[in-house]
């Protein structure tokens, strides 16, 4: 009778330890949405990665922007509410007296796909750039960014350039 008693209680122990789910919680490596991932070169020398200095980035509708200095490489993140986003692009730009040399704006056109990761993480977004008209320098008779080159139009994760912009 011991036997049966012990054996029954270790196959319901065990049931329910199998039945366990593990903890929802969402790994700090996971994966989440892309952003664009922008390399900047020098449009005189275009093999040649050229860092900016003082620059400024704004979306469109948005108050608040991003500084960066002294580096070639940066990651934006797209709306992941719309098909297009348009960020400013402030060159030499002060944050003390809120001055800046030129301004231009670059629009991306892109759809949307979300993707579910799990029940902790949730969903992430995907965006793939539109063939014809994916990401467009509006020009203002005095860009100094000088072209945007599109390289991998599926914006799938962060380990590889997506735009290269000469300047």
Not at 7 to 31: G, M, N, P, Q, R
Not at 33 to 59: G, H, M, R
Not at 63 to 70: K, V
Request: charged residues 20%; proline residues 3%; glycine residues 4%.
């Amino acid at each position: 009778m011991k036997r049966i008693l012990l054996s029954l209680t270790l196959l319901c122990s065990v049931v329910y330890f199998f039945s366990c789910e593990k903890d929802d919680i969402c790994a700090a490596t996971t994966a989440t949405t892309p952003a664009l991932v922008i390399e900047f070169y020098d449009a005189e020398n275009p093999e040649t990665l050229k860092n900016i200095t003082n620059l400024a980035i704004k979306e469109n509708g948005v108050s608040d922007g991003r500084g960066y200095n002294g580096v070639s490489k940066i990651k934006l993140p797209l709306n992941s509410g719309s098909n297009q986003v348009q960020y400013q692009f402030f060159q030499n730009y002060n944050s003390t007296d809120n001055t800046y040399e030129n301004v231009d704006t670059l629009e991306i056109n892109y759809t949307r796909k979300n993707e579910f990761i799990s029940r902790a993480c949730g969903f992430k977004t995907l965006f793939y750039l539109n063939e014809t008209n994916g990401v467009n320098l509006i020009n203002d008779g005095n860009n100094w960014l000088k072209s945007p080159l599109l390289i991998t139009p599926n914006i799938l994760n962060e380990n590889e350039t997506h735009l290269k912009i000469y300047h």
